[in-house]
């Protein structure tokens, strides 16, 4: 009996007691630095720091941000997420300049923030976030007017930028590559049920010489107009605007009692270089019209929206360059006539089945039981053969016979 030993935690070695740790949450993970030295130790490591989830700590307070950024944070953060106090009976600064500079000079590797009711008007601007984030998500916050305004370097002026001539164009592109301290190096912003973003935010945008990426959901505030003049467009003095983006997202899901201004509208321009678009809502029609448009357009998704299958095809048969077609939580209306395009399609299978035998018709029949909208894709098929299409959690609505 005396070669039993009680095993306890302190014979396992610390990789292990890392990897348990790590499944804990920031709030218990500062209480299990409180259990002895060894263990304060082994919380303190940054291998448990890379990821840090504070939206679900309700009680956080600037006092406790000040503590984890003190004691805890580091080198290894990678992405921070945290919930603000908009929505709370608690008043006060969460967000402060003094520990978002810290933050900036204690986390060097820094790349992705995603705030929660987060009240932003504090703050002059986000040059004050840390220099090296790549990716900022904002959901139901609020931001004073010039938040996204950047800074020009000293010398320049916003009506200064000469003509751009061959070289000059090509030294902007190289430019690009490199962003000067004051510049702003995020590539990827996303706006969920932010409605105090409007035109103004959006203009202020296109000094972002990064930006590769923006999804605007819920964001009631942006117009036509707003997204018209922010396009990446050719002008006589080059190219302006968002010239960097290539996806772009729009989308109003949110049932309230604002007049909708249909910003995708403002596709009806044209906007260079952009390759992918996602429409989600109310803003699926308006988009739907106006995609032919976009010379660059490669990828197209819809979601969360009613379609018919004429509507879909005839959208479609204007951009023959699309490469996948995806729908997400679409409900198709039930079809009631030939849809545009059919007739071809209905010639190609016609010979595509006397080539391939019945074979080939029986998988077609299998084919049609499991898929709830199978002459939408074989008319798509027929007027895009070379996109790929995708459905998730799509169905057809049903109506009564009555």
């Known amino acids: 009996m005396d070669d039993f030993k009680i095993c306890t935690l302190d014979y396992f070695p610390e990789n292990i007691l890392i990897d348990i740790l790590s499944h804990l949450s920031v709030r218990e993970l500062v209480r299990a630095g409180r259990v002895c030295k060894r263990w304060r130790r082994l919380v303190k490591d940054q ?12 009680g956080v307070t600037s006092r406790i941000l ?8 580091g080198c290894g953060l990678r992405c921070l997420r945290l919930r603000g106090l908009l929505l709370s009976a608690r008043k006060g600064i969460l967000l402060s300049e003094p520990w978002l500079k810290a933050l900036s000079t204690k986390c060097p590797r820094l790349s992705k923030v995603y705030l929660l009711y987060a009240d932003l008007r504090g703050l002059p601007n986000c040059q004050l976030l840390p220099p090296t984030l790549k990716v900022l998500e904002l959901r139901g916050c609020e931001l004073p007017p010039g938040f996204f305004a950047q800074s020009l370097p000293s010398g320049t002026t916003e009506g200064s930028k000469p003509s751009a001539g061959p070289q000059q164009q090509g030294r902007s592109q190289a430019g690009k590559k490199h962003v000067s301290p004051s510049g702003i190096g995020i590539e990827r912003l996303m706006l969920h049920g932010v409605p105090s973003f409007t035109d103004q935010h959006l203009q202020s945008l296109t000094s972002w010489e990064r930006l590769e990426r923006l999804e ?47 910003a995708s509208l403002g596709l009806g321009t044209g906007w260079l270089g952009l390759a992918e678009l996602s429409l ?29 299958e004429m509507q879909v095809v005839r959208s479609c048969r204007m951009l023959r360059g699309l490469c996948a077609l995806e729908f997400s939580g679409v409900f198709f209306q039930p079809r009631q006539c030939p849809s545009v395009g059919e007739g071809e399609g209905e010639e190609e299978r016609n010979s595509g089945e006397a080539a391939g035998g019945s074979d080939e018709g029986d998988d077609n029949k299998k084919l049609d039981e499991n898929d709830p909208i199978p002459s939408l894709r074989r008319s798509l098929a027929a007027v895009l053969p070379r996109c790929t299409l995708a459905f998730t959690n799509c169905s057809v609505l049903q109506f009564n016979s009555e």
Do not use: H
Not at 47 to 58: G, I, M, Q, S
Not at 66 to 73: A, G, T
Not at 232 to 254: Q, R, Y
């Open 216 to 262: 605007l959901r819920d964001t009631f505030r942006v117009t036509a107009n707003g997204l018209r003049n922010c396009a990446a467009k050719e002008n006589n003095s080059g190219v302006e605007g968002l010239t960097s983006l290539k996806f772009l997202e729009l989308g109003i899901t949110g049932q309230v009692g604002y007049q909708l201004q249909m």
């Open 280 to 308: 989600g809502g109310k803003e699926v029609g308006p988009g739907l019209l106006c995609a032919s448009r976009l010379k660059d357009l490669r990828r197209l998704c819809l979601w969360d929206c009613t379609l018919s």
């Open 47 to 58: 291998r448990l720091w890379r990821l840090v989830d504070l939206t679900a700590w309700k």
């Open 66 to 73: 000040w503590v984890l950024l003190r004691q805890y944070l």
